[in-house]
């Protein structure tokens, strides 16, 4: 069974400090790569997504995420956080089979960013 | 920029009571999910519904559970007898094409 691991639960740093948030899936097809993001009160929000191509993906707000096959991994990276990036991400896979796509979520890391 | 909406924001039930979340997609998709979020858990696939019919389920989305698309704009999901752990969040999403899933901002369901 197709599953997403996120290895940090809850990550607290300081602005400007740079962040890395791990993620590794489990499943040996083609496969769509995605961060969502979900601000306190809010809805979930795509961060940015690797259908194929360069594997070093840019999303919204300055992220970015590598997705390295050989590592099953789709790493979430910012070099610089702000205050207004305290949220908690959640990194999802859909395997292209079948054709309907539906998500699997990691567990979701909980970002806090202090001034 | 197009959203998916739902309804109400925040339910509360009794327990053995149905209730019904309803969900506006956004107009030009055609895939349709809901999802759900336990307090302090991830978030879970329940079901997929395309071209009128259920594509896939997950083994949450039992007898109790039933989604139905009434007309051109809503897509709900129903839960019969509700029990005290139906209590979540519960998330719409639509899609079209190849494109990522749109979610709505979700129902927190409470359940006494």
């Known amino acids: 069974a197709q599953s997403v691991s996120q290895h940090n639960h809850h990550v607290i740093l300081s602005e400007a400090a740079s962040l890395e948030l791990g993620c590794n899936y489990s499943?040996?097809?083609?496969?769509?790569l995605f961060w969502y993001v979900q601000y306190p009160g809010q809805h979930l929000q795509l961060l940015l997504k690797y259908f194929s191509g360069d594997p070093l993906v840019k999303g919204i707000k300055g992220f970015e995420a590598e997705f390295i096959k050989s590592k099953f991994s789709f790493n979430l990276r910012k070099p610089s956080v702000q205050w207004s990036d305290t949220a908690e991400y959640f990194c999802?896979?859909?395997?292209?089979?079948?054709?309907?796509?539906?998500?699997?979520f990691g567990a979701g890391t909980r970002l806090a960013v202090h001034p | 920029e197009p959203e998916v909406t739902q309804t109400p924001s925040h339910q509360v039930t009794q327990m053995g009571q149905e209730v019904i979340l309803r969900c506006v997609p956004i107009?030009?998709?055609?895939?349709f999910y809901w999802y759900r979020q336990i307090l302090g858990q991830k978030v879970e696939f329940l079901v997929s519904f395309y071209n009128n019919e259920i594509s896939e389920k997950s083994e949450i989305f039992d007898d109790q559970f039933s989604v139905e698309r009434p007309d051109g704009s809503n897509f709900t999901l129903k839960i019969r007898s509700t029990k005290l752990e139906d209590s979540a969040m519960y998330f719409c999403?639509?899609?079209?094409?190849?494109?990522?899933?749109?979610f709505g901002d979700g129902t927190r369901l409470s359940i006494l």
């Open positions: 999802a896979v859909n395997a292209l089979s079948g054709g309907y796509n539906k998500l699997i």
């Open positions: 499943y040996g097809g083609t496969v769509n």
């Open positions: 107009s030009n998709h055609l895939y």
């Open positions: 999403a639509s899609r079209t094409g190849d494109q990522p899933q749109h």
